[in-house]
């Protein structure tokens, strides 16, 4: 099998060459662009200036907006969490309420089987019998 070659024409790329400019022909072009007076230079700056203006009002409403829709969504999805967390809650008391009554069916079943002893109770009193019949 023949190796595929490939032909590619190279494009010989132009450089640019930025034109020498000095310090004097800036500071000239600069100048050429400054009205002769300053109340000519503040009509020209002044529509510029409140353009700008009104783009940062826009643009610092569109943050409020923003802020508020994210403030928004934090809340409701804080709400959902608060309730997710409650409900989780309500199931962890039930299921402790239901081990309580669980344990104190348990102790009174305990208690129950168990019963007072009446051998004690006997022997109270008889002494107690024995007591009077003594005239203590």
Sequence with gaps: MAKATRT????STRRRTAPVR???TALARLSSKLQPT?????RRLRPGLVRLERQVEIAEA?????????LRRASEELGRLEAKGERRWQHLTERARRDAVRWLRRVEQALEKAGPRRGRTRARASRAKLDVAAGI
């Design 38 to 42: 300053l109340r000519q230079f503040t």
């Design 8 to 11: 590619t024409i190279r494009k």
């Design 62 to 70: 569109r943050t409020r907006r923003q802020a508020a829709r994210l």
């Design 22 to 24: 000095g310090r004097a």
